[in-house]
């Protein structure tokens, strides 16, 4: 561990998963909160347009999937909310229409699309300082706006309909996080990729969820969670020549399913 210290891709390797996990957990402790799992999914799925539209025009395909992305998420909050459409309708035709637009675009693109198996099952390894700049940016805004609106965050995440009656920006409160939600997706593609990260927005929150439902708690417990999760997914999958990104979900899994065991068994005592 402190050979791999000196390499500078495993220090950015290390510094991107604990900005992830900050992201990761504040997102994700608000998305399971407000049952909002199968929409992340549906975002995440519906980045791999964008991903297609930047490798067949040449462009940063992390740009086109963030733009993609935004639009996905206001698209699915308006169709839900203004349409008359079932939420879960409307994720469903953006998961699809992201998916065979990235199929489609790439299946366009001249030659090979490049690193496409490091976006689609992540490798943390790959993580470069901007990436590094990005992440930091997202975490420290995420941080101030969490800081000065916590309560209002709340109200919307558990009671909606209450938090109406306090007059409070409702609408607005859910499209801004709508589009923090997008952006983190995309930002935390290169960790663990867009086929896994779901699960990065989540097993943290429901792990530290067995223990309290106290929203602050979660965030920070979820954030603990997360980076360990990461440091030991990178360190074991290094070792073990294995994919890094599955790897970390693999240990998230795994942890979960033991607290859970242990906390069933010791109410059964």
């Known amino acids: 561990m402190i050979e791999l210290l000196k390499y500078s891709f495993f220090q950015n390797a290390l510094l991107g998963s604990l900005l992830t996990a900050v992201a990761c957990g504040i997102v994700g402790t608000y998305i399971v909160a407000r049952r909002l799992v199968f929409i992340s999914g549906g975002i995440t ?5 964008g991903l297609g539209l930047g490798f067949y025009l040449g462009s940063n395909p992390i740009l086109m999937a963030l733009i993609f992305s935004v639009l996905s998420a206001f698209g699915v909050e308006w169709i839900s909310k203004s349409q008359s459409v079932r939420e879960d309708s409307a994720i469903a035709g953006v998961w ?16 090979y699309a490049p690193n496409l198996s490091a976006y689609l099952f992540g490798n943390i390894l ?4 901007t990436d590094i700049i990005w992440i930091a940016a997202l975490s420290i805004l995420l941080i101030l706006v969490f800081s000065f609106f916590m ?11 209450f938090a109406v009656t306090q007059r409070l920006p409702v609408k607005a409160i859910e499209y801004m996080m709508m589009f923090f939600i997008a952006v983190t997706i995309v930002l935390s ?16 929150q429901i792990t530290i969820n067995l223990f309290t439902s106290d929203f602050k708690k979660i965030i920070l417990g979820s954030i603990v969670v997360g980076f360990l999760g990461c440091v ?3 360190v074991l999958s290094y070792y073990l020549n294995v994919p ?9 899994v795994l942890f979960f399913l033991g607290v859970k065991g242990v906390l069933f068994l010791t109410h059964r005592q």
């Open 189 to 204: 593609i290169r960790l663990v990729g867009i086929m896994l990260l779901m699960s990065l927005l989540t097993l943290p």
């Open 232 to 234: 030991a997914g990178l």
């Open 96 to 111: 699809s229409l992201g998916m065979a637009l990235g199929v489609i675009f790439i299946f366009l693109t001249p030659g």
């Open 45 to 49: 799925h519906a980045s791999f347009g």
């Open 151 to 161: 309560r209002e965050i709340i109200y919307v995440a558990f009671d909606n309909d």
């Open 244 to 252: 890094s990104g599955a790897f970390i979900i693999l240990v998230l």
């Open 126 to 129: 790959t993580v470069s300082t």
